[in-house]
């Protein structure tokens, strides 16, 4: 089945340490995102890739670094520089369509700080 | 800067009320807005509604968006427990692949 693949779903990071979530979508989608969410919040944009070694910074990219040699992966590196990372992280993807875009949703990662 | 603000944040109701969820945008160049409801953990897509396509409906769901007034509402009619999510609301601008959430509105239903 089609779909977006993220993992690790739960992960402890060491203060100090750099962590990557993976995500890999097998949808043929061009563009990729990657959210992060605090609790009882919204959806904020950390970065997106509309193409294969292309990518853009989102609202709150310090802190976190993305690659996109393929266009079915964009993996997410949670840097030491990222003051608070603990979060939960959502990867999706977009196939562009005529009348507008869809998003399809990763089931997400929770990261926490020990 | 691209901005969506959603309200209320938060809603407790009853079983069977009626709530009207509120989503405003800035964006340059328009192309969609979406409804999201999110439980527990990816959320699910609920609706999508563009220029050629301004009102939606799904059983007892439905959405109207005002480009006039650049907002949306999400109705919900005789509410129910698992009604009970988070609903999030984002906005797609021309030019870019860019999508922009709001903060969502926390709906609680109460039996």
């Known amino acids: 089945d089609g779909g977006i693949t993220q993992s690790p779903k739960y992960l402890f990071r060491k203060e100090g340490q750099n962590v990557t979530l993976s995500c890999e979508q097998n949808?043929?989608?061009?563009?990729m995102y990657w959210y992060r969410q605090d609790p009882g919040q919204g959806l904020r944009l950390i970065y997106y890739?509309?193409?294969?070694?292309?990518?853009q910074k989102g609202d709150i990219a310090e802190g976190y670094s993305v690659s996109r040699e393929k266009k079915e992966s964009f993996p997410l590196t949670v840097t030491s520089a990222q003051k608070n990372p603990t979060a939960f992280y959502l990867c999706?993807?977009?196939?562009?369509?005529?009348?507008?875009?869809?998003?399809?949703f990763g089931e997400g990662s929770w990261l926490t700080v020990v | 800067e691209d901005k969506v603000v959603q309200s209320p944040l938060s809603l407790v109701v009853h079983e069977g009320d009626t709530v009207t969820l509120n989503c405003s945008y800035e964006?340059?160049?328009?192309?969609?807005l979406l409804w999201y409801k999110q439980e527990k953990k990816a959320p699910t897509f609920l609706f999508m509604l563009?220029?050629?396509?301004i009102e939606k409906k799904s059983g007892r769901l439905s959405s109207i968006l005002d480009k006039k007034e650049l907002s949306s509402i999400l109705n919900i009619t005789a509410t129910q427990t698992g009604d009970s999510a988070i609903y999030l609301c984002?906005?797609?601008?021309?030019?870019?692949?860019?999508?922009?959430f709001g903060k969502g509105t926390k709906l609680t239903v109460n039996p």
């Open positions: 984002a906005v797609k601008s021309g030019g870019s692949e860019k999508l922009v």
């Open positions: 999706a993807s977009t196939v562009s369509e005529r009348s507008g875009n869809t998003i399809y």
């Open positions: 949808l043929n989608h061009d563009a």
């Open positions: 563009t220029s050629s396509g």
């Open positions: 964006v340059t160049n328009f192309r969609s």
């Open positions: 890739s509309q193409i294969v070694n292309d990518f």
